[in-house]
């Protein structure tokens, strides 16, 4: 599929602080967030193209209709199913363009998810560990391998600037399903479902929570898709502790540490850009892990 470039502007994301209607729609996503498949090293690579939503009566809805039955290969429901992926790569809110944004497309829509991922799909320096977790602030994304094959990835908000989420090598602790967090403000209880610590002095963790479409956001903690932090919570290891209540209380002793958790990259001035503009032909940004993950020093 071919798609005429009609302008070459990208318009981005709104900037934060985000507004109710630039947030996420989570459960919308739940139908493309997968595991990688079996063969996930053998997918092929992806390209992508521009696509300018185009009206000739300057309607937005109009020019929104023609492009999911464009991508949609002339059905405007699967147009519409395809174009939550469009959505997730630009971090984009597709009811919300308008005439003369530009939107960046895959070429085919037919492939594993784990496809479209700006991670490596092998990572040969972690095949010695079971389980790895990265999350890498630069594109605001994360990733999860096992014995350095790739097994899942999504899109998360790390901290703001104010109070950034530390880089550095961390390990998954204590987890729980629900928690009120103790930055709740008088009068309001800010609610994190399946929640995974990885920081224990500044009570960091990854959890669900509202996700606005731009970058950084939260107060260090790190905010993913409900089905992404469903899936996480039961798939990485929590630490093992004897004495204590399990929550690094003093007396706890850690006999296991938990999965390795990798924070890595440079946070976004706005909003994350996860294609590279400058040829003619856009192209997904690929995130360089290190050698090994022993190679990133620990987290402070």
Not at 119 to 134: E, N, Q, S, T
Request: proline residues 7%; charged residues 20%; contains cysteine.
């Amino acid at each position: 599929m071919r798609i005429t470039i009609l302008f070459a502007l990208l318009v981005g994301s709104a900037a934060l602080p985000a507004r109710a209607q630039d947030y996420i729609n989570q459960k919308e996503l739940a139908e493309i967030l997968q595991p990688c498949g079996p063969g996930v090293e053998n997918l092929p690579d992806v390209s992508y193209e521009r696509y300018v939503l185009y009206s000739s009566r300057n309607n937005s809805v109009l020019a929104r209709n023609t492009f999911y039955k464009v991508i949609g290969d002339g059905d405007m429901d699967l147009g519409a199913r395809r174009a939550k992926l469009v959505g997730l790569l630009n971090r984009r809110l597709i009811n919300q363009t308008q005439v003369g944004d530009t939107l960046i497309i895959p070429t085919r829509f037919d492939l594993d998810f784990c496809a479209y991922a700006p991670f490596p799909r092998v990572y040969a320096g972690a095949a010695d560990y079971d389980k790895l977790f990265i999350i890498d602030k630069s594109v605001q994304a994360w990733a999860a391998y096992e014995s350095g094959r790739l097994a899942r990835w999504g899109i998360v908000n790390t901290g703001a600037k104010e109070s950034p989420t530390p880089n550095g090598r961390f390990n998954f602790n204590w987890k729980t399903e629900y928690r009120v967090s103790s930055l709740s403000p008088p009068g309001e209880r800010w609610e994190m479902y399946w929640v995974f610590n990885f920081h224990l002095a500044r009570g960091i963790h990854i959890h669900q929570y509202p996700m606005p479409t731009g970058g950084p956001t939260s107060h260090g903690c790190v905010r993913l898709v409900e089905d992404d932090a469903k899936w996480i919570y039961f798939w990485a290891d929590s630490w093992k502790t004897a004495g204590g209540d399990g929550f690094g209380s003093q007396g706890s002793r850690i006999i296991r540490p938990g999965t390795t958790v990798l924070v890595i990259g440079q946070d976004p001035v706005d909003h994350p850009h996860p294609f590279d503009l400058r040829g003619r032909f856009p192209t997904l940004k690929r995130i360089d892990l290190p050698a090994n993950p022993s190679d990133v020093p620990r987290g402070a």
